[in-house]
């Protein structure tokens, strides 16, 4: 090869050369919300027996962990890697690799580090919005319009104190923005962890339309598919949204979206 000739583009096993990062989001109609379920599906039911050997096992892991409180924190924490090895997982079958029950683990093999960073960053991101949260409501309180005698303002007290809960729900919304990207970012782009929550947190600000339809759509489908099928749909609806992580960043964030 002559010193000049540029190096051959990167390609998939399918031949088509591979996703580029965006240098900034694109902004996705609100019916993209749907697409990445539907997508994600599409993945699923590819290798649907495999992906639910890894949507089993996982699950069995998060009831085991759940008989102590120590385990149960320490699982929810190391979720944010099970969902990278989710992703690369998705993205090993969408560009023609073999989809392998090991990539449930591959966040741990591949980016260990950077993604315990980024869940640092993440708690440290949660602490901070869920203490300005807190003082917010102690400055209420303080002034009397919080936290007074439910005996007396009764039904008014109570609607005060729902409030207050959604707020402090609202508060945290920032933080849950910073990561939903933020872990394909870091598996698939090598992205630095603090720059990966950033791009996120910017990818969602563009997206809030489908995302809000995804949430909405989704949480119907999980419902309708765990009552329909007795909590066992619950296995296969795991690796699905598991699934649209990939879907999504993939829509949001590279030159190629899946479909």
Request: glycine content about 8%.
């Amino acid at each position: 090869m002559s010193p000049n000739t540029p190096p051959p583009i990167p390609t998939d096993n399918y031949g088509y050369s591979l996703p580029n990062l965006l240098p900034e989001p694109r902004s996705c109609s609100a019916g993209s919300g749907v697409k990445w379920l539907t997508e994600a599906a599409t993945l699923f039911k590819q290798r649907w027996l495999l992906w639910v050997g890894i949507g089993l096992f996982y699950l069995a892991l998060i009831m085991v962990t759940q008989l102590s409180e120590y385990t149960s924190f320490i699982i929810s924490l190391l979720s944010i890697i099970f969902m990278a090895g989710f992703i690369q997982g998705a993205a090993t079958q969408a560009t023609g690799g073999e989809l392998k029950f090991g990539h449930l683990f591959a966040g741990f093999k591949t980016h260990f580090f950077p993604l315990i960073i980024l869940i640092l960053l993440y708690c440290l991101a949660l602490f901070i919005l869920v203490i300005i949260a807190v003082l917010f409501v102690a400055g209420l309180s303080s002034t009397g319009t919080a936290f007074a005698d439910l005996g007396q303002y009764g039904e008014s007290q109570v609607l005060e104190i729902i409030g207050l809960s959604l707020l402090m729900i609202l508060m945290i919304i920032p933080a849950i923005m910073s990561i939903f990207f933020a872990p394909a970012l870091v598996v698939l782009h090598d992205v630095k962890p603090l720059k990966a929550m950033e791009m996120s947190f910017k990818g969602c600000l563009k997206n809030i339309a489908p995302i809000i339809v995804y949430l909405i759509v989704g949480t119907i489908v999980f419902l309708v598919g765990s009552v329909i099928t007795l909590a066992v749909g619950v296995v296969a609806l795991i690796p699905i949204f598991m699934i649209t992580y990939y879907t999504s960043y993939r829509d949001v964030w590279t030159d190629q979206p899946v479909s």
